[in-house]
């Protein structure tokens, strides 16, 4: 129900997209101009270049080590870059350390204060604003902030009597309550079960549109970004691979490293035999011909494909205007609303297909070692741009 | 199962607890009794009931009042150099540096603290500190044979016992509290007030705890660098055992010293422990 919700949403604001992009003075809240991160030797963020839209929910997804922490440890203010700008609000950031930025962070493994109370936690922040805010004042807000994360009744508790969702949920009422203009979250979810992630990640996004306060969050798991951004920026090697919706990510990956990360991809190598308007007709190893799109002026003879599992079918005869490719079931794995077969392709290797049940139910089942053909509707795959 | 973890516990509690009945208790119960007793006329102890050797202990005001004051002042200025010293040591100083300091911080424990004392007879002496003060022209100063003397030695010889704990208390601080912090609107120097100093509370106490106790039963500082005029209660029992071995009145005053230190460690704790962290594990390492 949720998530239906979440893809409306997701769906609107994409659309909304297009026409500011077509805007070219965006709304930014913060901004990385060509900011690049050295510790040491070692390259963390190399010429980043980002605007963060205000209100939006983006993610920065990637394997540890692809700078994405970084990244965020800038936006804190806990690293300096060390060529480029942070801005926020428009204001460059260079010379404002981090107890002066209008930014909060949820850690990773919350950092909560252990000599502090679950209520002097949360009102850390406001105990800090000079001149001193009013104890009734402060008290109020303290409140609310704990009734925002459903812990009424925890004010008074020793933070480390709490669970690692209790806590998580402190850490979150002690950003929160300073209304930053970011919320930065760094992996949340990570020390939390799969159960009670889930929960967390639905009670995040609520928070979000209700707060309306734009969310940074640095995760590793595709799915968690996939399923709460607006805007996902892949991150590898300190270098941002891609930013967008999670659909065009998932539906335009620009490049193998995007395709492979955001989930599952077939990736084949292939020879363009001809071009059409967004369209190329490729050979693949094997001799078989498909037709796949592609964007954009690309030069290249030898090509990679990226086709996803769910857009191809198995058959047991080629049927007529799909190209087919002869193969051999190896492995079958049934789960639930869909069933993944991974075949060995004569002449490309593993490919993976997922049937949907209903699909299945049609073709009938398919057992591991039957020899059939994989069916590959026109332009299910899509050209992938060269890697830099 | 319950027998197995019964016969486990006594096999790793005898061994201790034979040493500690045999050289800590039986001794303590044996001073007990004799500060109750009288004094043997040829010297030794005469068995009696009677409260005239606690009576008597005003006599022995001086000793008491200097370990009273010279002990608290010697832990308060450990106390005050070693902060410092071990916040560097644990949160400022790079991975290279590190053990090559923490192992310059315990390299005098390699030499006798006799050895060490004495080199600070010639340092305090006439020809040491004070010939160079006069030669720049800041009079004649006597250091040596002085309370500040003994002060001097007192930090120095115990140093170390106080830098350690507050090291590892300090070490083990969760770094990213403090980023919490610094996120959260607070600038450094109030994060070391809100944060750095209450989680590193431990330490504190402990390092408070082994420097105090040693100093209430030093001799050997006093005797070298206080030149028989700073008397300790050590110097005190020293003289009162083997030299007018007036063993009945000794034990008064061991027994005096002990009540003393107990509750002035009973006092110290619970104030640090309402100061800093409350949490019960981070109560005493």
Not at chain 1, 53 to 58: D, I, Q, S
Not at chain 2, 60 to 76: D, E, M, S, W
Request: hydrophobic share 50%; charged share 20%.
């Amino acid at each position: 129900m949720l998530d239906a919700y979440a893809e409306t949403g997701r769906d609107m604001r994409a659309s909304a997209e297009t026409t500011e992009n077509q805007d070219a003075r965006e709304d930014h809240v913060a901004e990385f101009i060509n900011v690049s991160k050295r510790f040491g030797a070692v390259l963390a963020a190399d010429q980043l270049n980002l605007g963060i839209r205000r209100g939006e929910f983006l993610s920065f997804l990637g394997p540890s080590g692809c700078g994405k922490t970084t990244a965020l440890r800038m936006l804190a203010g806990f690293e300096e870059p060390s060529e480029g700008c942070v801005r926020i609000n428009g204001s460059d950031m260079s010379a404002v350390p981090s107890y002066r930025r209008p930014v909060n962070m949820v850690f990773q493994h919350y950092a909560l204060f252990p000599h502090m109370s679950v209520a002097q936690n949360v009102s850390y922040g406001l105990r800090q604003r000079r001149p001193r805010m009013a104890k009734a004042e402060i008290a109020t807000r303290v409140a609310k902030a704990l009734e925002t994360v459903r812990l009424e009744d925890f004010g008074g508790r020793r933070v480390w009597e709490l669970s690692g969702g209790q806590q998580q949920r402190v850490a979150l009422a002690r950003a929160i309550i300073n209304e930053p203009t970011v919320l930065l979250l760094d992996e949340p979810m990570a020390a939390l079960d799969a159960k009670l992630r889930a929960d967390m990640q639905r009670e995040l996004l609520d928070l979000q549109r209700s707060l309306g306060i734009t969310f940074v969050l640095v995760t590793h798991d595709q799915e968690e970004a996939l399923s709460m951004s607006d805007r996902i920026c892949i991150m590898g090697g300190g270098r941002i691979a891609q930013v967008g919706t999670p659909q065009d990510l998932y539906d335009r990956p620009c490049n193998r490293y995007v395709a492979d990360f955001v989930g599952k991809a077939n990736i084949l190598s292939g020879e363009i035999v001809e071009r059409a308007d967004g369209c190329a007709r490729v050979v693949l190893p094997s001799g078989a011909e498909v037709l796949v799109s592609e964007e954009g002026p690309d030069t290249r003879r030898k090509i990679e494909i990226v086709v996803r599992p769910e857009a191809l079918g198995i058959g047991v005869a080629a049927s007529p205007g799909d190209a087919a490719l002869k193969a051999r079931i190896t492995h079958r794995t049934f789960l639930g609303d869909h069933t993944e077969y991974l075949l060995e392709a004569e002449g490309i290797g593993p490919v993976q297909v997922n049937l949907p049940r209903q699909a299945e139910r049609a073709s009938g089942r398919h057992e591991v070692g039957d020899e059939v053909h994989i069916l590959w509707a026109a332009e299910a795959g899509r050209v992938l741009a060269a890697e830099n | 199962m319950a027998m197995a973890q019964t016969r486990a516990r006594t096999l790793l509690l005898t061994p201790a607890g034979l040493w500690y009945a045999a050289l800590l208790l039986f001794p303590l119960a044996v001073v007990l009794i004799f500060s109750f007793g009288e004094r043997n006329p040829i010297g030794g102890y005469a068995p009696g009931f009677t409260l005239e050797q606690y009576a008597n202990l005003p006599a022995r005001f001086a000793a008491f009042r200097n370990t009273l004051t010279l002990a608290p002042l010697g832990t308060i200025a450990a106390l005050l150099i070693a902060y410092p010293l071990a916040y560097y040591l644990a949160l400022r100083v790079s991975v290279r540096w590190k053990t090559m300091l923490l192992i310059l911080v315990i390299v005098p424990f390699w030499t006798s603290i006799l050895i060490r004392s004495y080199a600070w007879i010639y340092l305090l002496g006439g020809n040491g500190i004070p010939a160079f003060l006069e030669a720049i022209g800041l009079g004649d100063i006597q250091l040596i044979n002085t309370p500040f003397a003994v002060l001097v030695g007192i930090v120095y010889g115990y140093l170390p016992l106080m830098v350690f704990p507050i090291y590892v208390a300090l070490e083990k601080l969760d770094k990213s509290l403090l980023e919490a912090a610094s996120d959260l609107g607070t600038p450094p120097w109030r994060s070391f007030l809100q944060i750095t100093l209450p989680l590193s509370m431990p330490g504190v106490l402990t390092g408070s705890m082994l420097v105090f106790i040693l100093l209430t039963g030093e001799f050997l500082i006093p005797a070298i660098l206080g030149g028989g005029k700073v008397f300790f209660v050590g110097n005190a029992l020293v003289d009162l055992f083997l030299q007018s071995r007036n063993w009945a009145f000794g034990s008064a005053v061991a027994v005096a010293l002990i009540v003393i230190m107990l509750i002035v460690v009973a006092l110290y704790t619970r104030v640090v422990k309402r100061f800093g962290a409350t949490r019960d594990d981070v109560g005493l390492m």
